[in-house]
């Protein structure tokens, strides 16, 4: 709004004759427009509840589990297939049964829902690294090397996510031999996703980056004699971040689905270390046999998980947007 | 009776944490024929008058009091649908900006056309040849070719004329014009108001014109009204306000315009306007780090000798040398600077003089001539090391105060980054006394230093620029139109703290204005550009007084009389 402006005598004498306490880090928070927009949408009360249960539940999933499904001590094949607690033959220790090989279903949901969290969140953080700095470079440099990045960024947008992921998984298998697959599927599916991943973070950033290396602020900077890289560094840097961060969040949703994705086609994470993708493949044969709780259960809580987090990427692009404000 | 009544307006922004009044209490009519000027510096609350009047308030902002009439009849409270019938069938709007103001994919004719068949029941060819009319009338030749062309082909001037028959085309009773010749240069603003004008006598139309700029209110207003803190602080006829003003803040307001007639040696120390004004605390420059024996090689002659420079942008690019195209922004360009005084360069938008100082710092490299700095020449550089010791000598203030500091960085880091790369401290504590003195030198005060930039006004940021560029302690300072961003009367607080800062550190300046008041008063000698060519170079007086070139003269003459104003400022000073 161009009415409120700081140009106000008033306020300036304020400042200067009386030091006013400074609010701390917390209160300053607690009363910023970003938070106050969080409060005044429903939605994304509930959608932050949520995601922060659902979180809790998988990072906490070796303390509070009822059962641990990798222990094979403890499973035992003849509770195999028991359905959830409100039908017959139900058990009263498995509350949403079992599956094939008598593994507690909310305890492996729990255990799954943590994996396929860390394997998106550390596609998301890598995918950005890639992103972020070719981004930056693209974006500064310009000409040839601007050229260079984005045209193999427009390369790799023309392969969907999903096959450059089998590619990588693929060529991994290729080099590595079928043998490692439990060590490397995790890393394997990480270097993947990122691969699919960084365009979008590379083109937003080269975008405002252009916009930032116009601004006087970087001028006075390379007046000064700041090379290159410090500059882009600290100062564009910190002036890029918010739509990153947007972009992460919707990210991290898509990386969760791709990698369940992956994981029920089967290049992803092993039977051994189930993800929910995993999950739902396991229950996927026994889906036209009666036994529809060893797929449906860890489904709904990969929706459940991944509809919270982007309720909460949509209105962070809102919050951050300020043409919709 | 008026064509416009305005009976104690009030206009209020809720917020979350207060309701902003940006409008209190206004009262103010027009008659037919006549001009009003309302004029106030930012946040003063004039744009929020007019957008009153036509119904355009920004969300949430609401009139919560007082009354608008048009002829007699009330409009504040009439249903959306009505009002925007008022709308361009009897009140006209003009916008500052004519690159935004109309559409850039239909010609002219079908803006026109499409604005007169809403509001006047004629038929295509009819409203056509009014459009044409129109256009004649606003003084674009060969209007029935042109009304064909897209606003891109029209230049910033005509475009504004567009606009201007885009307000009148549905013989509108009242025209409302917010700062509509702030976006263009002043031969074409002297066109524009003249025209407008012109206009209003002939057509009988009531005029209100926001503005902050008193050059204008002084030519074409019948009448006055100043605001300050959305209050109307002075109402009455232009000769009386401007000639004797009553009210204090509209005498500080007068004179802290630049005068173009006489340089004086400060400007007037106004009240009414924010503090920050002088140092809190005063610094012993001989025996200060910023004034230390500074390690530069004395020089004989000027200090800056600019030879043939010449500076081409590709604006075609092709692996074929024959087929790239050029803009040459700069062509030829020879000038000495003398060590100490303030060298002025002036000329309109895109006469490449922001480029020449972007050619000495080295922002840009030069396709050709010679840029000599003391003994060393710039475009041969080659050593990082060199280039250093260069940059350090030389710094550079910018024109946006709002996008020359980085806006994550806290103000003292912002300072202290000079000093730190260049390695002029010998200790982080060092470092941390420095920028404080800095930042009080500047007349900021030390605990600036803990915040960001955004909790500054536009002056008080420049005076933070003004502190990253001294913490370098150049002997060359360029100012590339340091205040053309601010309010008049931050803008003499600024101009102040330069020529201060010049006595006492004995720097040597280029200043860059499209001011020619301000050049006057700034500098000792001054070079006027067109279309990248240096007209030229004289002595201050001399160039004002005697002018050679005609384009000089072309320039004076249409400085915007402030005759009036001048009375009153010998009243006050």
């Known amino acids: 709004m161009p009415f409120i402006t700081n ?28 938070f106050h927009s969080f409060l005044k949408s429903k939605v994304t009360v509930v959608a932050a509840t949520g995601t922060a249960i659902l979180f809790l539940l998988a990072f906490l999933a070796p303390w509070i589990a009822p059962h641990n499904p990798f222990d094979l001590a403890s499973i035992s094949i003849m509770d195999a297939r028991v359905p959830p607690f409100w039908m017959e033959y139900a058990d009263p220790r498995f509350l949403l049964g079992t599956d094939d090989q008598g593994r507690d279903m909310l305890s492996a949901i729990f255990y799954g829902m943590r994996i396929s969290l860390i394997v998106g969140f550390c596609s998301v953080v890598a995918a950005a690294f890639i992103g972020i700095s070719l981004g930056l470079v693209a974006g500064y440099m310009g000409g040839r090397v601007d050229a260079i990045i984005m045209r193999i960024a427009d390369v790799q947008l023309t392969f969907p996510a999903i096959l450059i992921a089998l590619l990588i998984d ?66 564009i840097l910190p002036n890029v971040t918010g739509p990153v961060l947007v972009i992460a969040t919707i990210n991290l949703a898509l990386a969760i689905v ?16 189930p993800s929910l993708g995993t999950l739902i493949a396991i229950g996927n044969d026994f889906l036209y046999s009666g036994e529809w709780w060893i797929a449906i259960f860890p489904g709904l809580a990969l929706a459940l998980l991944v509809l919270n987090v982007n309720l909460l990427g949509d209105w962070l692009r809102d919050a951050l947007n300020p043409k919709l404000r | 009776m008026s064509v416009l009544d305005i009976k104690d307006l009030r206009v209020e922004f809720p917020g979350r944490k207060s309701v902003f009044v940006a409008v209190d209490d206004v009262t103010l009519s027009v008659d037919a024929g006549k001009v009003l000027g309302v004029v106030g510096e930012s946040g003063a609350g004039k744009s929020t008058v007019g957008n009153a009047v036509i119904g355009l308030l920004q969300e949430p902002g609401h009139i919560a009091g007082g009354e608008v009439y048009l002829h007699g009849k009330r409009i504040d409270q009439l249903p959306y649908k009505e009002k925007r019938r008022l709308r361009g069938r009897k009140i006209g709007m003009i916008f500052q900006d004519p690159l935004t103001s109309l559409d850039p994919l239909q010609t002219v004719e079908s803006q026109l056309v499409e604005t007169i068949r809403t509001h006047l029941p004629l038929s295509r060819s009819q409203a056509r040849q009014r459009a044409i009319d129109l256009i004649e009338a606003v003084g674009i030749p060969d209007a029935s070719e042109r009304i064909k062309q897209y606003p891109h082909q029209f230049s910033g001037g005509m475009r504004q004329r567009v606009v201007i028959a885009l307000a009148l085309c549905a013989e509108p009773e009242l025209v409302i014009a917010d700062e509509p010749t702030t976006a263009l240069d002043v031969s074409i603003q002297a066109q524009i108001l003249e025209l407008m004008k012109e206009l209003c006598r002939e057509r009988n139309v009531a005029m209100l014109v926001i503005t902050h700029d008193m050059g204008v209110i002084a030519d074409i207003t019948d009448h006055v009204a100043v605001m300050y803190h959305g209050e109307l602080v002075e109402y009455g006829e232009t000769i009386q306000v401007l000639g004797a003003p009553e009210h204090p803040y509209t005498q500080s307001l007068i004179s802290a315009v630049p005068r173009p007639d006489i340089k004086v040696e400060r400007f007037p120390v106004v009240n009414y306007i924010e503090k920050a004004g002088t140092p809190q605390k005063q610094i012993d420059i001989a025996t200060h780090w910023l004034g230390k024996a500074r390690d530069y090689e004395k020089v004989t002659g000027p200090l800056v000798q600019i030879k043939d420079l010449d500076m081409q942008f590709e604006t075609r690019g092709s692996i074929f040398p024959s087929k790239r195209k050029y803009f040459k922004a700069v062509k030829k360009v020879s000038f000495d600077i003398n060590e100490g005084e ?76 000079p000093i730190k790369f260049h390695r002029l401290a010998s200790s982080n504590a060092e470092v941390r006394q420095i920028v404080d003195d800095l930042l009080d030198h500047v007349g900021l005060g030390a605990a600036a230093g803990k915040k960001f930039p955004h909790e500054f006004s536009g002056g ?13 302690r150049p002997r060359f300072l360029i100012c590339d139109e340091p205040t053309s961003a601010l309010d008049v009367s931050i803008q003499a607080q600024i101009l102040n703290l330069l020529k201060d800062l010049q006595q006492e550190l004995g720097l040597t300046m280029l200043f860059i204005s499209h001011d020619l008041a301000v050049i006057r008063q700034m500098c000792n000698r001054i070079g006027v550009m067109r279309h990248g060519e240096l007209c030229e170079v004289a002595d201050c007086d001399q160039l004002f007084e005697a002018p050679q070139h005609p384009y000089t003269r072309e320039l004076l003459n249409l400085m915007p009389s402030l005759e009036l104003l001048s009375r009153a400022n010998l009243a006050t000073a």
């Open chain 2, 342 to 417: 303030t060298f002025g360069l002036v000329g309109e938008s895109g006469s490449g003089k922001s480029t020449i100082a972007r050619l000495i710092t080295g922002l840009y490299q030069p396709t050709g001539g010679s840029i000599l700095f003391g003994k060393t020449e710039l475009t041969s550089l080659k050593n990082r090391k060199d280039v250093l010791a260069m940059r350090r000598q030389m710094q550079m203030i910018f024109q946006d105060p709002y996008s020359s500091l980085n806006a994550r960085m806290r103000v003292s880091d912002i300072i202290a980054e």
């Open chain 2, 460 to 472: 008080q940021r420049q005076r933070i620029s003004i502190a990253r560029a001294l913490a370098t």
């Open chain 1, 258 to 273: 791709t990698e369940a994705t992956l994981s029920f086609l089967g290049v992803g994470m092993p039977p051994t270390q």
């Open chain 1, 7 to 34: 140009e106000d005598p008033k306020s300036a004498v304020q400042d200067s004759a009386a030091p006013v306490k400074e609010p701390g880090r917390m209160a300053r928070f607690l009363d910023s427009d970003l």
């Open chain 1, 170 to 235: 693929g060529i991994a298998h290729g080099i590595f031999g079928a043998i490692d697959r439990e060590v490397f599927a995790f890393y394997i599916l990480i270097v993947s996703l990122a691969l699919s991943f960084w365009v979008q973070y590379a083109r937003t950033v080269r975008g405002s980056t252009m916009v930032e290396k116009n601004k006087e602020y970087v001028q006075a900077a390379r007046v000064i004699g700041i090379p290159s890289v410090i500059i882009m560094v600290r100062h």
